[in-house]
């Protein structure tokens, strides 16, 4: 029994020491690289170059997550819907970074208090 007990501490250690900034409140905030990343997709998924130069373009982004239109489905109860923009195809690394926090575009002309992933 005592030998269950430990390797069950043990466990226990390495998963908290490994995923304790993800569920810790106050802990790093992850970029949507680290997200992307825990998914299971390297950086050549998105980044067609080695090494990157530029920003993702949207219309990779697009091959995953559709076209403006499947994303305005997708976030439909969020009022108003941040990809129903009376900018029409707004390019996705406005307001999304992999590898620095995200930003609000729309709050440069508006108020609408969005929490950008």
Same mark, same amino acid.
């Given at each position: 029994?005592?030998?269950?007990?430990?390797?069950?501490?043990? /466990?226990?250690?390495?998963?908290?020491?490994?995923?304790?900034?993800?569920?810790?409140?106050?802990?790093?905030?992850?970029?949507? =690289?680290?997200?992307?990343?825990?998914?299971?997709?390297? /950086?050549?998924? /998105?980044?067609?170059?080695?090494?990157?130069?530029?920003?993702?373009?949207?219309?990779?982004?697009?091959?995953?997550?559709?076209? +403006?239109?499947?994303? =305005?489905?997708?976030? +439909?109860?969020?009022?108003?819907?941040?990809?129903?923009?009376?900018?029409?195809?707004?390019?996705?690394?406005? /307001?999304?970074?992999?590898?620095?926090?995200?930003?609000?575009?729309?709050?440069?002309?508006?108020?609408?208090?969005?929490?950008?992933?």
């Amino acid at each position: 029994m005592t030998k269950h007990l430990r390797i069950l501490a043990i /466990c226990i250690f390495l998963f908290s020491s490994f995923y304790s900034r993800f569920f810790i409140a106050g802990a790093a905030t992850l970029f949507l =690289a680290d997200k992307h990343k825990i998914a299971g997709i390297a /950086c050549g998924g /998105c980044h067609k170059e080695n090494p990157p130069k530029d920003q993702v373009p949207t219309v990779i982004c697009n091959e995953c997550h559709g076209d +403006q239109a499947k994303l =305005a489905n997708r976030t +439909q109860k969020v009022i108003p819907n941040p990809h129903e923009s009376h900018l029409e195809n707004v390019k996705c690394e406005l /307001c999304h970074h992999a590898h620095k926090p995200s930003e609000n575009y729309c709050g440069n002309c508006h108020e609408f208090g969005y929490k950008v992933p």
